[in-house]
């Protein structure tokens, strides 16, 4: 599980110091915030992470393609606004809780030319260190292997724990127009679009498939009788949504948000046991009324698949419904007047978190500004 995110000259990120703690993660938190405050830069620099466990570091901010093939997305800003206005270094921490204890990473990465890490490296924090050697080819579990000097093997575990941590990460920013396709059976993954959802619900064992459908319906009513799928010679898929009533409206046809709420309610399920899921506004498209139900559906599912989720999200109702401990795990974000620099804290950890949980109307709090005064 990530427990913490250290963000040194990442995009809105400003230098080390009291002004830019590090960021603290529970099993489920949410990061809230005004327009352009850092919450994505804040998920853009996790999948800075994922992508040095998977390619070079150029390809990273760049985009990486095979056969012609994107197959890792660029980050936002590529090369050019990794680092924060003015620098060209930037350093990203991070300390995760694997099986073999607390482990802290730390790459410090220069985007000027080349784009290198003149640091890399894990330890654990009861001891062992392993530095990450790079090329364009290697996984980095095979390298930290390489370089650490000598190498019992059984130490190095904690160094491939981190990097299965990261591989096995979930990027979610669902988009329904891309969900309404016929996609090839055994479609893999999700996507982080949620593209593939017709496959990935198509390959569902039963049970899991009547838990999507009951999560569906307490969303929709009680019109959702059951998921089919209509599967073409050329082994592509589309799911069907069956009406009680027998109606049947296939995947072109179902609403945005309910197929929002779907690729969310098959990423939890799905993802592996222990996975980290990131997700872009899980709330967008949910009527206000079903907030609830999605706040429901994340404290639900992280606690019981010991999953970890990390969500942006502008809904005040959704804080609103999150239990008093899940709230005080919501991080704010907000620009320091000053400088322009994000600046992040733990509501739990503001002097005036007991009148924002005690209110009994914390959507006006939030809406009005409050928290961004008590930051
Ligand atoms: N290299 C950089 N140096 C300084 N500031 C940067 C850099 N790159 C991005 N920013 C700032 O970060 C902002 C984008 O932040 P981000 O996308 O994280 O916002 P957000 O909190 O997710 O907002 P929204 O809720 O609108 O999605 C930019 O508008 C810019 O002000
Ligand atoms: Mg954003």
């Given at each position: ?13 400003g ?9 603290q ?9 005004p ?21 070079s ?24 606004e ?37 640091d ?7 001891g ?18 390489v ?58 064992p ?36 069956v ?32 996975a ?16 609830r ?23 005040a ?52 500004g ?6």
């Amino acid at each position: 599980m990530l427990k913490q995110l250290s963000l040194t000259n990442w995009k809105s990120f400003g230098p080390e110091g009291p002004a830019n703690p590090p960021l603290q993660f529970a099993p489920l938190t949410l990061l809230v915030g005004p327009n352009a405050s850092g919450k994505s830069n804040a998920l853009d620099a996790l999948r800075f992470l994922q992508g040095a466990a998977l390619f070079s570091l150029g390809d990273v901010l760049r985009g990486h393609s095979e056969a012609g093939v994107e197959i890792w997305p660029p980050i936002r800003g590529g090369v050019v606004e990794a680092a924060h206005a003015g620098t060209d270094t930037f350093t990203l921490g991070a300390r995760w809780e694997v099986p073999s204890g607390h482990v802290r990473h730390r790459i410090v990465v220069s985007t000027e030319g080349e784009v290198t890490a003149s640091d890399d490296s894990i330890d654990l924090e009861s001891g062992g260190h392993a530095g990450i050697a790079r090329d364009s080819h290697s996984p980095w579990s095979r390298l930290a292997r390489v370089r650490n000097d000598p190498p019992p093997p059984a130490d190095l575990a904690f160094a491939d724990e981190v990097g299965r941590e990261l591989r096995e990460a979930v990027f979610l920013d669902i988009r329904p127009s891309l969900m309404r396709a016929y996609r090839p059976l055994n479609g893999g993954h999700l996507g982080t679009s949620g593209e593939n959802v017709s496959p990935v619900l198509a390959a569902l064992p039963e049970d899991k498939l009547a838990d999507v459908v009951d999560w569906l319906s307490e969303l929709c009513g009680p019109e959702i009788a059951c998921l089919e799928f209509d599967v073409t010679k050329l082994r592509e898929v589309m799911m069907i949504l069956v009406e009680r009533g027998g109606r049947k409206i296939s995947a072109r046809s179902v609403s945005d948000g309910t197929l929002r709420f779907l690729g969310l309610v098959v990423a939890l399920l799905t993802a592996p046991t222990g996975a980290l899921l990131v997700i872009e506004e899980p709330d967008v498209g949910l009527h206000p009324s079903r907030i609830r139900l999605l706040a429901e559906l994340l404290e639900n599912l992280t606690r019981k698949r010991h999953i970890q989720v990390i969500a942006t999200t502008h809904s005040a109702t959704l804080l609103a419904h999150l239990s008093p401990e899940s709230l005080a795990n919501v991080v704010a974000f907000g620009r320091d007047a000053d400088t322009g620099d994000t600046h992040c804290r733990r509501l739990g950890e503001l002097p005036h978190f007991e009148t924002l949980r005690d209110s009994k109307n914390i959507e006006q709090l939030i809406s009005t500004g409050w928290l961004e005064r008590a930051l």
